[in-house]
């Protein structure tokens, strides 16, 4: 998987894959933030904003979606990490 954040677009091997703009924004934040364990929360404030009337639910929705279109096994995630009590984290 690569991203251009220049261009806006996310590859899996040479396929450019199709994401919503919140799917692109949710992805920088957790690349930008690599290594690091995020809670829902903080993705909801930080992609989503402080007014947004959404649950932390959908943060695993979003998540659910972006491991669907890039992890080459979404259910042995490799760059997405769910990290059991906290949130997520970006391993790659």
């Given at each position: 998987m690569r991203v251009d954040f220049r261009r806006a677009e996310a590859y899996r091997g040479e396929e450019v894959v199709e994401l919503?703009?919140?799917e692109f924004k949710l992805l920088r934040y957790l690349i930008e933030h690599r290594g690091a364990a995020l809670s829902r929360d903080e993705l909801l404030n930080e992609v989503w904003g402080?007014?947004?009337?959404?649950?932390?639910?959908?943060?695993?929705?979003?998540?659910?979606?972006?491991?669907?279109?890039?992890?080459?096994?979404?259910?042995?995630?490799?760059?997405?990490?769910?990290?059991?009590?906290?949130g997520y984290k970006f391993s790659g």
């Amino acid at each position: 998987m690569r991203v251009d954040f220049r261009r806006a677009e996310a590859y899996r091997g040479e396929e450019v894959v199709e994401l919503s703009a919140k799917e692109f924004k949710l992805l920088r934040y957790l690349i930008e933030h690599r290594g690091a364990a995020l809670s829902r929360d903080e993705l909801l404030n930080e992609v989503w904003g402080y007014d947004a009337a959404v649950s932390t639910r959908t943060v695993d929705v979003h998540v659910a979606w972006l491991r669907q279109k890039l992890e080459p096994n979404q259910r042995h995630p490799q760059f997405i990490l769910t990290i059991h009590g906290r949130g997520y984290k970006f391993s790659g």
